[in-house]
């Protein structure tokens, strides 16, 4: 079945450090791809999405690129902050009887420190 | 106020017992999602309801029963608790089931079962 493989955390970093969050997927055809993030706290909220091949997904300076090649989306940060402390979460969509369902990896918890 | 809320945040019980789960939204959204996250942190689906229909239903132990008694409400209620069902449950809503894969989430319910 559809599946979604995180590299584990932590991971900890220094302020303005670069970030890279690896995640790969297993899935027939080409899903839409999400990355999720979960600050302490609170629920799971949308970062950023791809709908297709090629497809840079960007927000608040962090950027994945869906790769068919590789069946990677990774998610890069040029620059951490502390203020992005959180869990971060990978996810595929399937459709599933005509309804859409997300299936997420393990999260990859990310600690920055000043 | 808070757009998807559940309640409590945190359930200590024993084996045995039976408990619920109550989950609001007020985002006027049509879908909603109950996900459990367990101990190695994966995040799967266990339920979805569209405007009161049962329209998602993973293999999931006929102990858990989902009760939507209108489109801005899906409890959760666990019958007989058994220690493997220890796991933070998160609640989630979408404005639909087909077009829309954004989901907003509460901030998670913390089961422990002893």
């Known amino acids: 079945g559809d599946s979604v493989t995180q590299m584990e955390g932590p991971v900890t970093l220094s302020e303005e450090a670069f970030l890279t969050i690896n995640c790969t997927y297993t899935a027939t055809g080409y899903p839409s791809l999400f990355w999720y993030v979960q600050y302490p706290g609170e629920g799971l909220q949308l970062l950023l999405k791809?709908?297709?091949?090629?497809d840079k997904g960007s927000n608040k300076g962090f950027e994945a690129t869906y790769r068919k090649e590789t069946t990677s989306f990774h998610l890069e940060k040029g620059s951490v902050q502390v203020s992005d402390s959180a869990v971060y979460f990978c996810a595929l969509k399937r459709v599933s009887g005509g309804y859409n369902k997300l299936i997420f990896g393990a999260g990859t918890r990310l600690a920055v420190h000043p | 106020d808070t757009a998807v809320s559940q309640t409590p945040k945190y359930l200590v019980t024993q084996m045995g017992n039976d408990k619920s789960i109550k989950c609001e939204q007020n985002l006027g959204h049509d879908t909603m999602y109950w996900y459990k996250q367990d101990s190695k942190k994966f995040l799967k689906i266990m339920f979805s309801y569209n405007n009161k229909e049962l329209i998602i239903n993973e293999t999931v132990p006929n102990r858990f029963s989902p009760k939507s008694p209108d489109k801005a409400h899906l409890n959760l209620h666990i019958n007989s608790l058994e220690l493997g069902d220890s796991a933070v449950y998160f609640c989630?809503?979408?404005?639909?089931?087909?077009?829309?894969?954004?989901?907003?989430f509460g901030s998670g319910t913390q089961l422990s079962v002893l």
């Open positions: 791809a709908t297709k091949a090629d």
């Open positions: 989630a809503s979408s404005p639909d089931s087909t077009t829309n894969e954004k989901l907003f």
